[in-house]
């Protein structure tokens, strides 16, 4: 006797498409159409397996286009959507109870161009190697879907999907299960400001963009305008996606400057109490992390005291400062940031730019931090980054400008400075390999429309246009992949001893971790290369000149010393040291 066929599942779906007379659901056997519900969203289903089954929407016709919330796209971001079941996968981090930000590192990396394969599962095969560095959290570029093979993932285009060239979505899962495993936390940097130029099928649905006011990148999102509403939780639902569904610790908010809302309760605010509310409900932190231009303390001020109630966000002040006084560079934004008394001001007061006349700007920008109440963890700070570095002419690092020991004057002033420090893979050996901007844009016009737009980029910071790689040639992609075989010169061993050093004495000694303004002090010279950081009973002294320089201290031991010569050494002689040149001690 045959046995009864087990029944066809029913996936039920559904699209926002507040305009449409008519909406169908594509898939492989056929089309349905979807019925009509409240505030313009349809409803359908499909039968089959919630872990594999490809589909689409046709709008009045039009179609058929990926799902606006589609989970993976195995075919690229043109082609038919498939469902996935993420309550599908096994997790093995029961006893994982997530990271406070404060006193954390943060390690930020591409997964396309952290290993020779560029996918998630080769990353956590590197995870041995951030335990080394007392890596709290690692930090991913955005991951979502994009066109084309490789990119930096600001191009995104599908905001609930995992790039399917670094695994997809069950790989992700396998990702953010291997880190906690190795006591690491996730942070997932995410864009809500923009969407890329190519695959974007949003405004067939809905007016997700707006007409009103536009960005750098184009339209704006809709975040205030008609309908509104929808948009808004089409963002938040995907935010708390991340941390909910793929149990990420914490996400990185691109560009927050770029978002145009002129709502009483801003976006930011709005996802600040989601996310709050997400953070009781699972038991374990969950962080957002701000990148904004606006230096502005409004952002990771506290809800209850009228601010946006982020928990910190990027000072790229902080960059600007380290990048002048180790590389002299001067031209475009880094005029400013010339004397050594900027470098003193970040330190004390988190940002420069608090209300000064920014030339590069033309006009006065930034707000001041109440250093009696902020606490410093809650700016993120580093002196490379993918930003930093990718924007450049030809993506160089500081190791292509700086020797071994102003590399470790780098090394000490972010990791053991009173912010939350954030490195860029392979800073921790001196990475020589460049990281510069690439795409693989399908498309011939758009590949050229973003070479063109990239040597304009380059007018105001003074940069040769002729240098400029093109971001449309594989080979710029290959040239910016890590080489981990590097870590093999004598150089890139010292330079990662120190990270690790550093590592060791900012568990050790609680005054490195304390985010109190008031406890530090900030001593330089000008005119002869050297600034001394005081923490509580230790200090942190680094000589930026080519000639050694005794330095006024009251520590009596050196805890750490690190110099381009590797034989030389710091002298301690009465209230003093003697710093080599290119040079930074720890004192205790």
Not at 126 to 138: I, K, N, P, T, Y
Not at 185 to 196: F, R
């Amino acid at each position: 006797m045959t046995a009864p066929a087990a029944p066809v599942e029913a996936i039920p779906l559904e699209v926002w498409a507040p305009s449409a007379a008519t909406v169908q659901l594509v898939s492989p056997t056929g089309t349905a159409a979807m019925t009509p519900g409240d505030s313009g969203w349809w409803h359908g289903s499909l039968p089959g397996d919630p872990a594999g089954v490809d589909y689409g929407f046709t709008v009045d016709g039009s179609g058929p286009f990926p799902d606006p919330r589609s989970r993976r796209q195995p075919n690229g971001v043109h082609e038919l959507s498939r469902t996935f079941d993420a309550r599908a996968h096994a997790w093995q981090d029961g006893a994982w109870r997530g990271r406070q930000l404060a006193g954390a590192t943060i390690y930020e990396l591409h997964i396309g161009t952290f290993t020779p394969e560029g996918t998630l599962d080769a990353a956590a095969g590197r995870l041995d190697h951030l335990v080394s560095l007392g890596v709290d959290f690692v930090e991913l570029l955005p991951v979502n879907g994009f066109n084309g093979t490789h990119n930096w993932g600001y191009d995104g285009v599908l905001w609930y999907a995992v790039h399917e060239g670094y695994g997809g979505p069950a790989a992700y899962q396998r990702f953010v299960d291997a880190c906690h495993a190795a006591g690491i936390g996730v942070i997932q940097d995410v864009v809500h400001n923009h969407l890329g130029p190519s695959g974007n099928y949003l405004p067939n649905f809905g007016p997700y963009l707006s007409d009103a006011e536009g960005n750098t990148w184009g339209a704006s999102v809709n975040l205030d305008g008609q309908d509104s509403d929808e948009v808004r939780g089409y963002i938040i639902d995907s935010a708390l996606m991340w941390l909910r569904d793929y149990h990420v610790d914490g996400l990185r908010l691109d560009a927050v400057h770029a978002l145009k809302d002129h709502s009483a309760v801003h976006l930011l605010e709005q996802l600040a109490g989601e996310v709050a509310a997400l953070s009781a409900a699972v038991g374990r932190p969950l962080t957002l992390i701000a990148e904004s231009d606006l230096n502005d303390p409004r952002l990771i001020t506290p809800r209850e005291s009228n601010g946006y109630g982020l928990d910190a966000q990027w000072s790229d002040d902080f960059h600007h400062a380290v990048h002048v006084a180790l590389t002299g560079e001067t031209v475009g934004y880094y005029a400013d940031f010339a004397p050594l008394g900027a470098l003193a001001k970040v330190l004390t007061r988190g940002f420069f730019h608090d209300g000064t006349l920014s030339t590069f700007r033309g006009r006065h920008h930034g707000r001041p931090i109440d250093v009696e109440r902020m606490p410093a963890w809650r700016l993120v700070v580093a002196s490379q980054n993918h930003d930093q570095i990718g924007n450049r002419a030809i993506g160089d690092r500081l190791s292509a400008q700086l020797d071994t020991g102003q590399l470790g004057i780098a090394a000490a002033l972010t990791l053991l400075g009173p912010f939350t420090p954030m490195l860029f893979m392979g800073e921790e050996w001196g990475a020589r390999t460049p990281w510069q901007f690439f795409t693989s844009h399908p498309e011939p016009d758009l590949g050229l429309a973003t070479a063109e737009g990239r040597i304009g980029e380059f007018a105001r910071m003074g940069w040769d246009p002729a240098v400029v790689p093109d971001p449309q040639d594989s080979a710029t992609f290959e040239r910016s992949k890590l080489d981990w075989t590097e870590l093999h010169r004598p150089d890139a061993g010292r330079l990662l001893a120190l990270y690790q050093d550093l590592a060791g004495l900012r568990r050790r000694l609680e005054d490195l971790t304390d985010p109190r303004f008031t406890r530090l002090a900030v001593a330089f010279d000008e005119a002869d290369g050297w600034l001394a950081l005081t923490r509580g009973t230790t200090e942190i002294v680094i000589n930026l000149s080519t000639s050694g320089r005794w330095i006024p201290v009251t520590g009596d031991s050196v805890l750490l010393g690190f110099a381009d010569n590797a034989d030389a050494m710091p002298t301690l002689d009465g209230g003093r040291v003697l710093l080599p040149p290119h040079s930074v001690a720890v004192l205790g």
